[in-house]
T-cell receptor, first 114, second 110 residues
Framework: DVKVTQSSRYLVKRTGEKVFLECVQD?????MFWYRQDPGLGLRLIYF???????EKGDIPEGYSVSREKKERFSLILESASTNQTSMYLC?????????????FGSGTQLSVL | GQQVMQIPQYQHVQEGEDFTTYCNSS?????IQWYKQRPGGHPVFLIQ?????EVKKQKRLTFQFGEAKKNSSLHITATQTTDVGTYFC??????????FGQGTRLTINP
């Protein structure tokens, strides 16, 4: 089975801190995604990547950046955390480049910014 | 922007009753996917529909894709407590962009 691992289940940070959320997948998937999940809003796409060193903005990229130096790892960076970035962050991967198949999600990181 | 609207937001049923959640898009979708998220868990892929008017079944779950490929539904017959969770639809719009609905949270009274 595909395994998508997020480095932390819970994280508490202070306003203004730089925050790194790490995601690793073990099935050689080409595509990786970062979503945030908020009650009543569903899952909203922050950034995605179809290849190493490649990134594309999703629907809500403001305040975030990403890094994909290796195929298996996709990092989400909050340059200066703010309280409105308190949320559940979900990483996902899928197999085929150029074609969107089912997503495999990690367990999520619940980030609280105080 | 592109939107996928899902209703209802919440549904509470007695065990054994049926349940339906609906998904509507402002634009034509190439495919639609459905996911289930158990309480405290992460979304898990259920199914993908591709063809106009397509109907697929998984045991007590029936998935439909509208003729115009702008709407979809998930129907659960005779709910069981294991069906508890939030159900999301996700439409593929344009080039490889998956847009999720807001989800329907299903709770069940045993």
């Amino acid at each position: 089975d595909v395994k998508v691992t997020q480095s932390s289940r819970y994280l508490v940070k202070r306003t203004g801190e730089k925050v790194f959320l790490e995601c690793v997948q073990d099935m050689d998937h080409e595509n990786m995604f970062w979503y945030r999940q908020d009650p009543g809003l569903g899952l909203r796409l922050i950034y995605f990547s179809y290849d190493v060193k490649m990134k594309e903005k999703g629907d809500i990229p403001e305040g975030y950046s990403v890094s994909r130096e290796k195929k298996e790892r996709f990092s989400l960076i909050l340059e200066s955390a703010s309280t409105n970035q308190t949320s559940m962050y979900l990483c996902a991967s899928s197999l085929f480049p150029g074609r969107l198949e089912k997503l495999f999600f990690g367990s999520g990181t619940q980030l609280s910014v105080l | 922007g592109q939107q996928v609207m899902q209703i209802p937001q919440y549904q509470h049923v007695q065990e054994g009753e049926d349940f339906t959640t609906y998904c509507n898009s402002s634009t034509t979708l190439s495919n639609i996917q459905w996911y289930k998220q158990r309480p405290g868990g992460h979304p898990v892929f259920l199914i993908q529909l591709v063809k106009s008017g397509e109907v697929k079944k998984q045991k007590r779950l029936t998935f439909q894709f509208g003729e115009a490929k702008k709407n979809s539904s998930l129907h659960i017959t005779a709910t069981q407590t294991t069906d508890v969770g939030t159900y999301f639809c996700a439409g593929i719009q344009g080039a490889q962009k998956l847009v999720f609905g807001q989800g329907t949270r299903l709770t069940i009274n045993p």
